[in-house]
Structures are given as structure tokens and as C-alpha cells.
């Protein structure tokens, strides 16, 4: 339909008006199939008198309408009161079909004219369409639409609606209207979205034309805000297996089971810049209709041993004095030290939860209900054992909670202490939903921790410390990297199975100030650092003021270097296709080995060695000396040319017919709309996966941070070099005053007065007012990637040790007991619920608790996976589901783990057994 209102615009208001044109409209239905139980229907409208004759008119249409046996029904609309007699006299022939040369006995479709003369509401003139077959077709069935997107902003929703007759016989009787209903798919098909562990196993739905309604690889329906693109589930499901074991099967609306190795394309980070990774796991399909509908159900499950997902089980509830501070500060009064962050309340001395939807029972209950007073009062009363009433957690939710509350102390501990004037946020991210951030502060509703880059590249490559490239903080901290890292399920290292993700913030700055420190060449030649997809996490040029660092790739700032890496096979292009937006991606990847890279002569003024990439041992990332006598452009006669960049930040548009180095960009995947197809050269590609959704800016009431301190407080206005000022948090080294030009005198001050080096330029996330600013080589590569990832691994070292004297010791022991303050009493009006099964769930929706307070809300909710586990029996835990050792921990994993023997920064320039 979009693409009929393009077309109508473009075409020009000139010329008569030909009836004759009618015969066009016959032809699009030669060029079409024709469905069975289908009507086919012309709209004929017309707001002036025909410039061609009647006869001609009639004759031109009986000819086109002979082919179709006159079957075709004509309606024609008279649009205003310009028409006379003759106009809309012609108007009538042409809807009843009177034409002079039919002959008898032949069944005509006969349609009727219209005139509107009323504008105002056009809709409903035109809607005697709908009430015209209505009469001619009188039936009972309940319909029930495809998903589309509501425009009253409900999301995406579908309706169930029936006819009202004046009789219950359906004799002779009269069509009074159309009773409906609107449900939300969310509401709806929950438990599909929320249903899988991990990338390896979910559930999905078709209609039984074959068009994918739900899936993995495609947006979430909360994520969608226009009529959705139903494509063939073959683009997403794309082994052979799959069409000939399940497709049909599915298509035919049957119920079936099948097993085989199936194809997986999993996130990478951010899989429109980094790209996708495919690989293949022994699968179970088990399929089944929907009674009632055109919809059929998928549940596919891992049978992959060595991908297995291993459950925790919960261990007795927490002492009754446990608080628990939920990140609602705004519902609850929280314990520990107000503060302001970035301009929004937080407490600076313990960390805050949050859950995703995949922490509860019903996701759809809990994406669905407000969080307000009573909701939060149950949450923090059942996790705090205040109360037995569990408000529809899943299983081993209140372990997860009680488990990661250990971290608080480690990361205010004096290792982590150092690093407190860099590090911004410090975070925890479990499978099972739970997710912990320091200092606790408010996340907006749609922020799932499952779907975010920085989680989704350390899941689905563990045992990687990973770095994010620079980003602008949604919470005000201005450009910052995000380092992460897994923490295992397993104390076998053989195993992929991730229970959670641990991460931080700092500053982008803190990079230049690390690299400048660490490598004294980085102060006369380029010193970056590039992920494995070639994008920079750092470069000089990202200091300049103003320069936006996000998504910059190596190709836009070092085109020869891109190249040379290029010709040698070392920096490799990749594709993937997202068949819902129809575009091809081009990405690329460092490939696997390669550990050390370097290029002689890239630019003919050079005869040193011009760069070299060394790999940071236990990362995603390199790091790059770049020798300043490289020329940044060159065409000349070695054949090395510019990298083609059609944008510095982000992906443009790719050059047609390009072969060599270009940047990452994405093209247009021919795609036919009348038959709802693309060219078969397009699943050579990998599928990739639904962009993840911006993350909105929490608002904040006035009066909420008035009179408090900052968290931190770097005291910027006192720091007198520029590396430290770039390397503290909400600090900007000034160098340019309101009109851009250069100061005499550059400066350190806050991002509120001066942000990314232009004063009264104003970091756009951060709330300036209402806050008070009162002061309360390989070598040398291991060192960089020690220094750094020290403070994530001393975090999870000290946290593993001391889990492992606690097992050896204190069997038994509460791992995460806190003295705290006593909860707040449970609310009366609490459901109480039963857990899910301890091999996974079904597809029953649950009960809804009652709640008489609670409103409807709008359709903000976060996007994710849901969960069934199928783990094979661990050697020193037992089966999924049976009873785990009382102090049994998530981050055992890493005890036996070589790179993680530093609980301190290395020392300079040492390597053990090849690891950091």
C-alpha cells in the first residue's frame, strides 16, 4: 500500500479523464493468480466527466471483462458534484456490467454506483465495499486477522471479530455490523517470544501460507512501529531438512516432530556493524496448530550436549533481614547513600535490580501491569523473605538475586577503588533475567539486558573479555566503552554454557590515557585499538572536539592500512541479510590466527615498517602502532587505493560494483512484492538478526536529585592535564569556546559546561541542573590488556575464591547473606503462584494475579528470549533440575581458569602460559 500511494502521488494532474483506463485495472488481474474462495473487485472513482465516448467506454471494458467471464465486480464512486447526467449514467452501466453484446444466460457480477458529495468522512463512504459482499456472503465464522500495527499506539495487535445478523438462521437475514476485539501479540503470543535459553533453541510461529509471524531473527513485536513484512520462514529457517521435514507439514496445519542439524545465525554484538556468526546444532522440531486459527507453533529445542544450558536450583530463601534494592527508587525508599548521577537519582553505595521479562513466569503479565507502589512493595517482600507469596518469579530468580548481591562489596573493594575516577557503571547480567547495576539507579522499562550488544558478544563468544567501540551513554556519562566478560555455568571449560555476563562503563578517554602510559611511542605515532570487525575503539582523532567516535571504522580514518590488511586476506568481507528491511550488510572480520600484522612501503614515502596489529591475548580487540609518516591518502602507481567510505560513522550506501576496500555499508536485496519473494542468490547469505532497539532516557522528576551530592565527583575544575581530564568521569578538556574557535588556554571542566571540548556545548543525556557539584609489542600488548581487564577479572577472582573457601569450609552457608535493614511488609493482595516445571515450560498461559490497583500500560517493554533448558547430566552437579550444592555459584567456572590466575594488574611486559 505504501508503495500505490508513491505511485499515485508521482503521477501528474493532467490530460482528460479516461474512462477507458479501466481495462488496466483487468489486466493486473490477468498477470495475477487467482485464489480460491477469493472475490475479485475493481474500485472504479472518478470527480470529472469521461473525455471518451460512452460507447467506446462499455466496449473497451466488455472486452477486457469477457476474459474473466464476467466475474469481476465493478463499484464506482462519483467523487463530488461535478458529474452530470451523462458522467454518472456511465458510471452506472460500468458497475452493472450493461454492455450490448453479452449474451443471455450468462451470470454477470453486477456492482453499484456511488456519488459522494461529503468528504468529511470518506472512510465510511467508501466502506459500503465491505457491506456489499457482507450481504452476498452471509456467514458466522469469527475471523482472526494477521498481525498489524495499531494506530492508536497499542503496538502491534491483531483482532478477532465476527458478523451480527438480524437472525440466528442466517436466512434472509441482514448483515447489523461486526463485533471485535484487539489483543496485543504480546499479550497473546508471550510465551513464543519469551520462550528460549539461549540463541540455540526457541519457539516460533507461522500462518499456514508459510509466512513467519514470530521468530528469533525477526523484531520482537514491542520493537515494531509499522505494519509488519510477513516473509516465507524458509528465509530464516534455511536448511534443507527444515522444507522438506517441517514446512510442509506446518503449511498443511498438522502436528509433527523432527530431528536434524539445523543452522544457527547468532548475534554478534551488534550484528549490523560486527556481523553474524553461523553455526550448526543437533535440533528437535516439534510443531503443532493453534485450534481455531491459521497459526502454527514451533518449539525447537538444543539437543547439542556441548551447548547445553544447566539450570541452578534454588537454594532457601534468604534471611528475613535481606534488603533487596529494587531500581524503582522512585516506588521504594531505598537503603544506602542518595546521590545525584549525571543529574539522576541513584545510591552510590550499593547496587540496584532489575528484571527482564524472561524472570517471570507469565513475560506478558509482567510486560503488561505498571509498576507501581504495590508491584515493587511484593518484589522486594518475597526477595527479601519477608514473604512466601511469590508474584510470579521463576525458579531460582530469588537465588540469582541473593547470589550476585555478593558483587557489591568486591566492586567497592580497593582493587576496584582505583579505577573508580574511569569506570562509570558496573554491572551484572544473569540468563535467567536478573540483572544488577552500581550505583543503583532507575532503567527504563524497555531495557533487557538479553538483547544488548556488549551481553549478546560475550555469550556467544565466552571465555572472551570483549570490548564495545565508544558509544554516548544513555544515562549521561558521556562517550564510553564497555568492557564484559562471561561467567560460566560449568566448572568445565569444555563447556559453552554461559549463566551470566559481567560488565562496566568508563570513559573513552581512560583508552588514550592507558595507551599513552603504557606505550611511550604512542606520543610520536598513531596508537589505536580495532575490534575484530575493524571498527576503532580508539584513535587519536576521536580526542578532537566534537568528532562523534561511534561506529567508526578502520577504512574511514586509515584507508591504506584497511587495504594492505585487505590484500593479505587478513581483514575478510562477510554478508548477512535482513529480509524485513531488505538490505544486504556487508561487515568484515579479522581472521581467526591472526595475531600479529604488519605492513611495509603501504605509502611510497615510507620505507619502514608503517603499521603493525598485535592481538591483546584474551580479547576482541587490537592494538595498532601506526607510523606517522604513513600518508593518510594515496592513488598512485602500486595499485593501493582509498578505502571507499561513504559515511564516518555508521554504514551508508555501497558503491555499486565496487570490488576491493570500501567501508561496511548495506544495499538494497531486490525484493518482488506481488508474489512476496526474493532472488535465490540472496540466501547464499547469512540472516541477520533484528537490530537492537535505541535506548530511551529515563525522565527524571525536578525535585528528584535536588540538594544531593554527585556519586562522583572528579573534580574536574582542579585537573590541569588533559589525558587525566579525558579519562575522568563527566570531565572534558576544553579547547574551543561557543563559536568553535581555538581557546588561547584549554581547560579542564565538567561535560555540563564544556562537553567533548566546546564550551556551553552540553552533553545531550545529561541533566546539568538540579545536582550539586560540592566536593564530597606482545609484551606491552599483554600489559595494555592486563591493566584493563584486570579490574573486571579481580572482580571475578576474588568472587571465585572466595565462593571456593566458602564451599570447602562452610557447606551450606548463605553465600550472599547482608545484614540489612528489615523489608517492607508483603502486601495482602500478594498472589501466590506454583514454579514452572524444572525441565521447562508449556505453552498454557498462567493465571493473571489479581491486582486492583494496577493499570494498563503502553507497549514499552524490553525485547528478549525466553527459556527451556535441555542440558545433559554434569559430572559434578547432577541432572538439570535436581538439587545443587548449597553454595553452588554461577562464576565456579572461572576457578580452574588459566587467565584468570591476576587478581592484581600484571606486571609490565609479562605473559603467563600465553595468557594474559
Known sequence: ?????????????????????????????????????????????????????????????????????????????????????????????????????????????????????????????????????????????????????????????????????????????????????????????GDISY???????????????????????????????????????????????????????????????????????????????????RTTVLSSYHWKPVPGTSFVVCVVLNLDSALAVSRITPRPRPAANMATVYHRLDLATPRGEKCSQFGRLAVSDVSAVKFSPEAFLDPSHYLNVPENKSAVGNYISYLDGATTTNPYFKSGVINLVRLTASVDSIWQSSTAAQFRQSIVWRYIGAIDGVFRILPGTQLPTSYDHLSRGWFTRSVNDPGITSFSTPYLDAFGAGYVVTLANSIRQSAQLSKSAVGAVMGMDFTAGYLNDLLLTTYSQCKTIRCILMDRSGYLVFHPVFLTSGFDPTWVHLGSQEPLVMSDLINKGVLQAQSCVRYDIFRRFITYKMMNGSTTVSGRNVCPRSSAVDYKFEVLAGTNIFVGFISSTVCSKYKGSTGVSDCLCPKVNGLGECYVGVRGCQCPCSEFVDYTPCNNTFPASSRAYDVCPAEVVALPVVPRKEDSVSGLEKCFNGKCSSITSSQTCQATSGCSWCTEDEKGTELTRSYCTTDCQCFHGRRGRENPNTICDGSSSSTSSSSAAATIAGTIVAVVVAIIVVFVIAKSKSRRSKAGSNCAAVQRTAPAPASPHAPTCAPLPAHGRDLEPHPEPASSDMDKRGMDAPRGRGRIPSAPTDPEYGPPGMDLPPDYNMAMAFENRQTLDLVAPPTRGTVRDGHL
Open 1 to 189: 500500500m505504501a508503495g500505490a500511494g508513491v505511485f499515485a502521488d508521482g503521477c501528474p494532474n493532467a490530460g482528460g479523464t479516461v474512462y477507458t483506463s479501466i481495462t488496466k485495472a483487468y489486466s493486473i488481474f490477468s498477470a495475477s493468480p487467482m485464489l480460491p474462495g477469493r472475490d475479485r473487485v475493481i474500485l472504479f472513482l472518478s470527480d470529472g466527466d469521461p473525455s471518451d465516448s460512452q460507447q467506446s467506454i462499455l466496449f473497451a471494458q466488455e472486452v477486457a471483462a469477457r476474459e474473466f467471464n464476467y466475474s469481476i465486480t465493478v463499484l464506482t464512486y462519483a467523487m463530488g458534484t461535478d458529474l452530470d447526467a451523462t458522467g454518472t449514467g456511465t458510471m452506472t452501466m460500468m458497475a452493472r456490467q450493461q454492455y450490448r453484446s453479452i449474451q443471455p444466460g450468462l451470470t454477470v457480477a453486477v456492482g453499484e454506483f456511488r456519488q459522494i458529495s461529503n468528504f468529511q468522512n470518506l472512510r465510511a463512504s467508501l466502506s459500503r465495499f465491505y457491506s456489499f459482499f457482507a450481504l452476498e456472503d452471509t456467514t458466522s465464522a469469527t475471523v482472526i486477522t494477521m498481525p498489524y500495527y495499531d494506530a492508536f499506539g497499542l503496538g502491534v495487535i491483531l483482532t478477532v471479530a465476527a458478523p451480527v445478523y438480524t437472525t440466528a438462521t442466517f436466512v434472509a437475514s441482514q448483515l447489523r455490523g461486526v463485533v471485535g476485539v484487539d489483543i496485543t501479540v504480546t499479550d497473546l503470543f
Open 195 to 277: 520462550f528460549s535459553d539461549d540463541e540455540h533453541q526457541y519457539a516460533f510461529m507461522i500462518n499456514t501460507r508459510g509466512q513467519a509471524i514470530l521468530h528469533p531473527l525477526l523484531n520482537q513485536p514491542v520493537d515494531i512501529s509499522t505494519d509488519p513484512l510477513f516473509q516465507d520462514i524458509t528465509l530464516l529457517e534455511t536448511n534443507e531438512e527444515f522444507r522438506t521435514l517441517v514446512y510442509s507439514s506446518m503449511r498443511n496445519g498438522m502436528e509433527g516432530s523432527a530431528v536434524f542439524n539445523a543452522t544457527r545465525f547468532l548475534v554478534v554484538g551488534e550484528s549490523q556493524y560486527e556481523g553474524t556468526r
